[in-house]
């Protein structure tokens, strides 16, 4: 007896002396100085209760079950609709609405649920699924357009899952907090403890999951190599996979739910890992920074990536000063001038998102509003929202700067989630924006008409590029381009983007010439060559092809099939006798400012001293020989 007694105190003292690892900012009365310290890791027994500190009771356990499990043949039954077409697969806005509720809200009971004898259950889960299916059914309106394919399913999907799914996150971690008090009050220290909680949860559970189906697949595959086929074909039916894959994952749930310790040692040692990586963070930020004024900010506007290679970084300075902000001054985590180098990276971050902002300010003011561009906005909004309080706090009240700090990160986390939310609403939907700006660069001259972008109207801005495009054809504007109308009816009857459907008669040459860019304006066409390059290219007779002949200084002509902003690709003809001939194909072959202009390739000139090589002064063009041609060079 008394050698238990004996090995508890050990094991209990060992465990008290490894309490403080993660790393944070606090302000310290006594000395009335902001510092870094270490925070203090509870260590609690698994039979202690309340606020997530202990094992759930037995009810909140069985009701987690029944949710999985009820989730997962909701989702069966689901897919069965999906197969049979039957309803409501057959209505897009009533499928994503109720897809949005049978996911999302059971992803939040996994994690905000603190006991199943709370009302407060019966309010969130209300509230969350009235929002859920409104949220959904304005996703299936968007898709509910003629030709919505897999790829368009993929993308609005995927915005729409990164979206609510961070706002539930958010959501989850302030309705537990609130469901573990008597009154309506967060604190501070419990919203970051069940956002770590929640994140490692996650993690944890995946890798569960992950691993049982990987175990499946081995079993699978181990007897199919002695002719059992019976376990493969069992493990890929849908009435295997979605409730066994529910009650797998709420099992593995329970497990990591329950053991609190092993979530309190995980999370103390991302926060060590975290501590160590904050200054070098830092210091490639105060680094980029500080070489601006001598590299200048041209390379900065000329690419297309600058701004979301900024915003990465701070965000990653964001994320990692706050994970290591505590209340404990006792043990500082950093000396003084290391604590000062992390202060003076955090006030800097401001610069890192003005220059973030002016960089995709530039792209719009060129190529105008798309979705990518109206996400980078809205997030950059954010990130500007978190660095400038952060510098305000630190500047305006710096002796305690942490509870105006804590303060800001509470509110602003709402913030998020409101943006998040609202813009999956008709109210601030992105795809209706960008519509709207591309249509007014059409109808101001900024984009020309030959130029515009119509299958990025058609299918990637759901119902507002096709109500966009209606509107457009029964414009005047429209009335008086009759090419532009060809080829917006052509578009309209698109089933997916990349069909080719003719919209040109290839007779008719002159309406060839008509479909077709030439450089230099007023270059005058042979006939022979418009012949050869729609015979070779039928993809330019269609609406949206965007082709192109260039006349080249020594004799060529080169017909463009496919461009975008960074990439060019067409064939060469050269006159042999009588006849023009494909020599072979060219291809850009790096650009000083990185994005293509093919205006000025009318300027287009041979490299000195190098063989098949071109510029327009600011691209380089190189030119593939085919082997008839090297052929004949060798006779």
Not at 46 to 64: C, I, M, N, P, V
């Amino acid at each position: 007896m008394f050698r238990k007694v004996s090995t508890w105190k050990t094991v209990a003292s060992a465990l008290r002396t490894g309490r403080r690892f993660a790393a944070g900012l606090c302000y310290d009365k006594m000395s009335s100085k902001v510092r870094f310290s270490q925070e203090v890791v509870p260590v609690v027994s698994e039979s202690q209760g309340g606020g997530g500190q202990g094992t759930l009771d037995t009810a909140t356990r069985y009701s987690l079950i029944l949710i999985a499990l009820v989730q997962g043949w909701l989702l069966y039954f689901l897919h069965l609709s999906l197969d049979n077409e039957l309803w409501p697969s057959t209505d897009r806005p009533w499928l994503l609405s109720i897809y949005s509720v049978v996911v999302g809200v059971p992803a939040f009971l996994y994690l905000g649920m603190e006991r199943f004898r709370d009302w407060r259950n019966v309010i969130g889960v209300g509230a969350l699924s009235l929002a859920l299916s409104g949220l959904g059914s304005h996703l299936g309106w968007l898709l509910d357009t003629p030709g919505g394919g897999s790829s368009e399913i993929f993308e609005f999907g995927c915005s729409f899952l990164f979206s609510v799914g961070t706002s539930l996150f958010i959501l989850a971690f302030y309705f537990r907090s609130w469901s573990a008090n008597d009154r309506l009050k967060i604190r501070y220290s419990q919203l970051m403890e069940y956002s770590w909680q929640h994140a490692l949860t996650i993690g944890m559970v995946g890798l569960f999951v992950g691993v049982f189906w990987l175990l499946l697949f081995l079993w699978a595959q181990l007897f199919d190599v002695i002719g059992i086929e019976y376990f493969s074909q069992l493990f890929s039916e849908p009435m295997f996979i979605y409730p066994v894959t529910a009650l797998v994952g709420s099992l593995g749930l329970l497990l990591v739910r329950e053991r609190i310790r092993l979530i309190a040692t995980t999370r103390a040692v991302c926060e060590a890992l975290i501590k160590a990586l904050l200054p070098l963070a830092v210091l490639i930020t105060v680094l980029f920074l500080a070489a601006l004024p001598v590299t200048g900010m041209q390379a900065i506007w000329a690419t297309g990536k600058s701004a979301f290679l900024m915003m990465t970084l701070t965000l990653i300075v964001l994320f990692f000063f706050n994970a290591v902000l505590s209340d404990d001054a006792e043990r500082p985590a950093y000396p003084n001038w290391l604590r000062g180098w992390v202060v003076f990276g955090v006030l800097l971050l401001p610069i890192n998102t003005g220059l973030a902002a002016w960089a995709l300010g530039l792209r719009i003011e060129q190529y105008g509003l798309t979705v990518d561009r109206l996400w980078a906005c809205a997030l950059l909004l954010l990130i500007g929202a978190f660095t400038f309080s952060y510098a305000l706090v630190i500047l305006w009240r710096r002796l305690n700067a942490l509870p105006a700090i804590r303060l800001a990160n509470e509110w602003l986390a709402l913030v998020v989630v409101a943006v998040l939310l609202m813009v999956n609403t008709p109210l601030a939907d992105f795809r209706g924006w960008a519509a709207a700006n591309q249509v007014d660069r059409l109808l101001t001259g900024a984009e020309a008409p030959e130029d515009f972008d119509l299958r990025y109207l058609r299918f990637e801005l759901g119902a507002y590029g096709m109500e966009a495009l209606e509107s457009l054809k029964q414009s005047d504007f429209v009335a008086n381009r009759p090419v532009l109308a060809t080829r917006i009816e052509a578009v309209l009857k698109q089933e997916h983007r990349w069909q080719e459907t003719p919209t040109v008669d290839a007779g008719d040459l002159a309406a060839v010439r008509s479909a077709i860019d030439v450089l230099p304006d007023g270059a005058n066409v042979p006939d022979a060559i418009l012949r050869r390059f729609v015979d070779d290219t039928s993809r330019c007779l269609t609406a949206e092809a965007g082709c192109a002949l260039v006349q080249v200084d020594d004799g060529q002509w080169w017909g463009l099939s496919h461009q975008s902003e960074t990439y060019l690709s067409g064939r060469v003809y050269e006159l042999n006798e009588d006849a023009w001939d494909e020599i072979g194909t060219v291809s850009n072959n790096g650009c000083a400012t990185g994005v293509i202009e093919r205006s000025a390739m009318a300027q287009l000139r041979p490299v000195v001293g190098a063989r098949f090589v071109y510029s327009d002064g600011a691209c380089f063009y190189q030119i593939k020989p085919n082997v008839s041609y090297l052929e004949g060079l060798a006779r």
